[in-house]
């Protein structure tokens, strides 16, 4: 965990030593010792890294450099912003120079004074290094070491290896012990099978051993293998493990040692455990409600509901108040009670077997209240402007990011909360146990973050993230606040009070990096904001702002601005001060939720002319190109070639050839939106020779002469939307059903004519098909092989005539069916056949759905 704060030290040490002329004698010397002495020990904690939860001296040690890394990080940072000026050039800026030497020289003392100040304390924790410096050479040792283990071999155990598939002659006889195990009387027994050698006894045995319905019907599970000479303690050990193996707890100290009757105890021990809460009674009435909210905190982890069902077999059963006390504090439970100690410890072996730079990105998860759903791409962002993102060759710190969410993951360390329908992940969450068990413990232990309002009284010394859910009532002396680096705020109703509080401490906000204030009941920019001259990401998304005010150009370290659902509707020219700006987030829904929208649903923003020099640009949503300086602007766009995600709103007919320029430069993008002034103006964009190759969303809204040439050979495409195209002669299905990766395909009058024919061998990864506003369609036809993967089917104020069925039935694979605003006689002729049971191919899909909005309001039914 340490090496995480002590690397981005190291990176950030450059800086520093280059303002040569700002360094008094000897700080120079001084940050540079010091950056080596942080370098030796770099290669140390890599190794220590996960040896820190079993040895507490070395913990402390660790924890030693940790806080030395960040108390240095903010000293210079410090340094940086209260020296860090610009002088211009010539005799002025010579006069200004000697000016500034003479008025910052009481600062730059102080500086050197604590810079001395660390320095001996960075000695003193390099003493303790060499006192592990012995142990460095065999934990390099053993981390090299392979361990192979000789044994003789067992050829009872390849039996074990066959697949199911590759024996014969066993069904019957594995059925018939499957019922005697389970179906018949429920009392202990003991099976036996016999048989001579090779006879298939082991593989038998195994494959019933293994067996679902066995598995699920027991809730322990041991095999061992006796030969002619054994020893019964030999036997028993190994019982004891698998058992406790099996659920994830470790095994008893000191069995090695025990003789036959203490290991029986154990399993006997175990064993009683296994019996529910209950035993064989039911739960009682009076403690239904906390059993099931107890075992939703669970959360289907089987190690948490088998430790804490332990737990509550030693409560009295009429007792409300034990049990509603167990529930409210599981954390303050684990301190005291040895089965949840032990699954604590289980579940710590997930987190300290992360790599180092996993580690502090899994626990700043803690900064999101609990249940929350974590956004994708909100969280990559804030892992970026929190440092923890290493930088790798060829790749963006967005994507390393996604790699590290990724891992997790894999390791099941977070959950997948929602799909987006192009198959990526739009939400996390993570385990309620895991949660408060794991990473807000140890977030906490760490000083990673600070939570305000939760159970956790004792707060660190200096607070370096906050993280303020609901209300919360200020009680802290100012003294927490001098080092904070991020705050975030979630559904704060006094956000504005809060944030002039912490900014009133003795530093203020001046090293803050992080501040997040979505939602919050702001309708003015908050002038602490323009003081925080660290700041790399500001999320005002979702408050009532207005106005951007020009002196956001001082902000300069500002990566993310993240505006989406204000009042906002122009950025200053000063917003291209901010020179790092890698995400501008700028739009609003005009309207809610609805089946049909309005051509008009979002408004965007009006951008400074020069946006091109905002060079490290990622995403840029959504620029307003309807006013006298945008065919500038879109040209401008095409020096932005670092960008991801392309929004454009209102582009007149005029621009489109300018656009289509500026696109051909613009090889990294992923997602192109266009929008026309309206309905009815033309994007004309098929002068567009080279296309983005790697775009993976297009999204057209206004007319097309004709679906742009270029479309058809971008194999990258998942997701397309054609919407208002109003095409006559052209069938929209011919350029696009070849698209080998296409999985989203929406189309909203996009097609004036009387038939759809999706034809075999089309289609082939489409999953979710939506069609709406296409009047004029009469008729649907889809051929075998067309579509083999849909699920999703959605068909909107269309008015076919010919019976729908014939168009579903070779869509084996479909699982939902919307209709809405459809033509009376195919509604009323459809409810008709499936009350009757006629129409079995409609019959077969699982969830069908059918709306009117006639009413000013979409209503409908599951049939």
Same mark, same amino acid.
């Given at each position: 965990m340490a090496e995480s704060a002590v690397i981005h030290?190291?990176?950030?040490?450059?800086?520093?030593?280059?303002?040569?002329?700002?360094?008094?004698?000897?700080? @120079?010397?001084e940050i540079q010792y010091i950056r080596d002495e942080f370098d030796r020990m770099t290669a140390f904690l890599r190794v220590a890294d996960a040896m820190e939860e079993n040895n507490p001296e070395l913990k402390v040690w660790v924890k030693q450099v940790r806080e030395a890394a960040y108390d240095i990080g903010d000293v210079l940072e410090l340094y940086m912003l209260r020296l860090g000026h610009r002088y211009g050039a010539g005799f002025r800026g010579f006069l200004?120079?000697?000016?500034?030497?003479?008025?910052?020289?009481?600062? &730059?003392?102080?500086?050197?004074?604590?810079?001395?100040?660390?320095?001996? &304390?960075?000695?003193? /924790?390099?003493?303790?290094?060499?006192?592990?410096?012995?142990?460095?050479g065999m934990l390099e040792q053993g981390s090299r070491s392979t361990g192979l283990n000789t044994a003789c071999h067992d050829y009872r155990g390849d039996a074990l290896l066959l697949h199911e598939s590759e024996v014969v002659g066993i069904d019957k006889p594995k059925s018939q012990l499957i019922r005697w195990l389970v179906d018949e009387d429920p009392r202990l027994k003991v099976l036996s099978v016999s048989g001579m050698g090779g006879l298939g006894k082991t593989t038998l045995l195994k494959k019933v051993f293994d067996d679902s319905v066995v598995k699920n019907h027991f809730q322990s599970h041991?095999?061992?293998?006796?030969?002619?000479?054994?020893?019964?303690?030999?036997?028993?050990?190994?019982?004891?493990?698998?058992?406790?193996? %099996?659920?994830?707890?470790?095994?008893?100290?000191?069995?090695?040692?025990?003789?036959?009757?203490?290991?029986?105890? /154990?399993?006997?021990?175990?064993?009683?455990?296994?019996?529910?809460?209950?035993?064989?009674?039911?739960?009682?009435?009076?403690?239904?409600?906390?059993?099931?909210? /107890?075992?939703?905190?669970?959360?289907?982890?089987?190690?948490?509901?088998?430790?804490?069902?332990?737990?509550?077999?030693?409560?009295?059963?009429?007792?409300?108040?034990?049990?509603?006390?167990?529930y409210?504090?599981?954390?303050?439970?684990?301190?005291?009670?040895?089965?949840?100690?032990?699954?604590?410890?289980?579940?710590?072996?997930?987190?300290?077997?992360?790599?180092?730079?996993?580690? #502090?990105?899994?626990?700043?998860?803690?900064?999101?209240?609990?249940?929350?759903?974590?956004?994708?791409?909100?969280?990559?962002?804030?892992?970026?402007? %929190?440092?923890? *993102?290493?930088?790798? +060759?060829?790749?963006?710190?967005?994507?390393?990011?996604?790699?590290?969410l990724n891992e997790l993951i894999n390791r099941s360390l977070v959950q997948v909360a929602k799909m987006r329908r192009d198959g990526r992940v739009a939400t996390y969450r993570i385990h309620g146990l895991w949660r408060e068990i794991i990473i807000v413990s140890k977030s906490g232990e760490q000083n990673i973050v600070t939570l305000a309002g939760e159970q956790s009284t004792e707060w660190p010394e200096k607070v370096r993230r906050l993280s303020i859910n609901n209300h919360w009532e200020y009680t802290q002396q100012s003294k927490h606040f001098t080092r904070l680096r991020s705050l975030l705020m979630f559904n704060a109703t006094d956000s504005l009070s809060t944030l002039s509080i912490i900014a009133s401490s003795n530093d203020g906000l001046r090293l803050l990096t992080v501040l997040d204030l979505r939602g919050a009941s702001l309708e003015t920019f908050p002038n602490e904001v323009l003081k925080l001259l660290?700041?790399?990401?500001?999320?005002?998304?979702?408050?009532?702002?207005?106005?951007?005010?020009?002196?956001?150009?001082?902000?300069?370290?500002?990566?993310?601005?993240?505006?989406?659902?204000?009042?906002?509707?122009?950025?200053?020219?000063?917003?291209?001060?901010?020179? @790092?700006?890698?995400?501008?987030?700028?739009?609003?829904?005009? *309207?809610?939720?609805?089946?049909?929208?309005?051509? %008009?649903?979002?408004?965007?923003?009006?951008? +400074?002319?020069?946006?091109?020099?905002?060079?490290?640009?990622?995403?840029?949503?959504?620029?307003?190109?309807?006013?006298?300086?945008?065919?500038? $602007?879109?040209? %401008?766009?095409?020096?932005?070639?670092? #960008?991801?995600?392309?929004?454009?709103?209102?582009?007149?007919?005029?621009?489109?050839?300018?656009?289509?320029?500026?696109?051909?430069?613009?090889?990294?993008?992923?997602?192109?939106?266009?929008?026309?002034?309206?309905?009815?103006?033309?994007?004309?964009?098929?002068?567009?020779?080279?296309? +983005?190759?790697? $775009?993976?969303?297009?999204?057209?809204?206004?007319?097309?002469?004709?679906?742009?040439?270029?479309? +058809?050979?971008?194999?990258?495409?998942? &997701?397309?939307?054609? &919407?208002?195209?109003?095409?006559?002669?052209?069938d929209p299905l011919e350029s696009l059903q070849d698209l080998p990766n296409l999985v989203e395909l929406e189309l909203v009058q996009t097609h004036e004519g009387e038939q759809l024919r999706f034809k075999a061998g089309g289609f082939q990864r489409l999953v979710i098909l939506c069609l709406g506003g296409l009047k004029g369609l009469r008729c649907m036809k889809v051929e075998a092989g067309s579509m083999p993967h849909l699920e999703e089917l959605f068909i909107r104020e269309?008015?076919?005539?010919?019976?729908?069925?014939?168009?579903?039935?070779?869509?084996?694979?479909?699982?939902?069916?919307?209709?809405?605003?459809?033509?009376?006689?195919? /509604?009323?002729?459809?409810?008709?056949?499936?009350?009757?049971?006629?129409?079995?191919?409609?019959?077969?899909?699982?969830?069908?759905?059918?709306?009117?909005?006639?009413?000013?309001?979409?209503?409908?039914?599951?049939?």
């Open positions: 030290l190291l990176a950030n040490f450059a800086p520093f030593l280059q303002q040569e002329a700002n360094l008094l004698t000897g700080v @120079r010397e200004r120079k000697v000016s500034c030497f003479i008025k910052t020289l009481k600062a &730059r003392h102080q500086i050197a004074s604590e810079v001395q100040r660390m320095k001996s &304390r960075v000695i003193d /924790i390099s003493k303790g290094h060499q006192r592990y410096h012995d142990r460095y041991v095999w061992i293998t006796v030969s002619e000479s054994f020893k019964i303690e030999v036997l028993l050990k190994g019982i004891i493990k698998q058992l406790f193996e %099996e659920i994830k707890q470790p095994v008893p100290q000191g069995i090695d040692n025990m003789a036959a009757n203490s290991l029986k105890g /154990i399993i006997n021990a175990f064993l009683q455990q296994k019996r529910k809460t209950f035993m064989e009674n039911s739960c009682p009435s009076h403690l239904e409600r906390l059993s099931k909210a /107890i075992l939703n905190r669970c959360q289907g982890l089987p190690l948490a509901i088998v430790a804490i069902s332990g737990l509550l077999s030693t409560k009295d059963k009429s007792s409300v108040d034990e049990w509603d006390k167990i409210r504090s599981l954390g303050a439970e684990l301190q005291g009670n040895d089965i949840l100690l032990s699954m604590k410890k289980i579940l710590s072996l997930s987190y300290i077997d992360l790599p180092y730079y996993l580690k #502090l990105c899994f626990l700043y998860l803690s900064v999101f209240p609990e249940d929350c759903f974590i956004d994708h791409w909100r969280l990559i962002r804030l892992w970026v402007a %929190e440092g923890f *993102v290493e930088m790798k +060759p060829g790749m963006t710190k967005e994507e390393v990011a996604e790699g590290y660290q700041l790399r990401y500001l999320s005002l998304r979702g408050t009532k702002v207005k106005i951007i005010p020009k002196s956001i150009g001082k902000l300069q370290n500002l990566e993310t601005l993240d505006l989406k659902q204000t009042y906002v509707t122009e950025l200053p020219d000063d917003i291209l001060k901010l020179q @790092r700006l890698r995400h501008i987030l700028l739009y609003r829904c005009l *309207v809610d939720d609805v089946p049909s929208y309005p051509f %008009e649903y979002q408004c965007g923003f009006k951008a +400074p002319t020069e946006i091109g020099s905002l060079s490290s640009l990622q995403k840029l949503c959504s620029i307003e190109t309807n006013h006298d300086n945008g065919t500038i $602007l879109l040209r %401008e766009v095409g020096k932005l070639t670092q #960008l991801r995600k392309l929004h454009i709103q209102k582009l007149i007919n005029e621009d489109g050839r300018v656009l289509c320029s500026s696109l051909e430069k613009l090889s990294n993008l992923r997602s192109l939106i266009v929008r026309a002034t309206g309905e009815d103006e033309v994007i004309d964009l098929d002068s567009l020779s080279s296309p +983005p190759q790697l $775009l993976r969303t297009l999204c057209l809204d206004g007319s097309l002469y004709k679906i742009p040439h270029w479309i +058809p050979s971008l194999h990258s495409l998942v &997701r397309v939307f054609l &919407r208002w195209s109003k095409l006559r002669d052209v269309c008015k076919l005539v010919e019976e729908l069925s014939s168009a579903i039935e070779h869509l084996t694979n479909l699982k939902y069916l919307q209709l809405g605003d459809m033509s009376n006689g195919l /509604i009323s002729s459809l409810s008709r056949d499936l009350e009757r049971g006629n129409n079995w191919k409609i019959a077969r899909i699982p969830k069908v759905w059918i709306g009117d909005s006639k009413l000013g309001y979409w209503e409908g039914n599951y049939l």
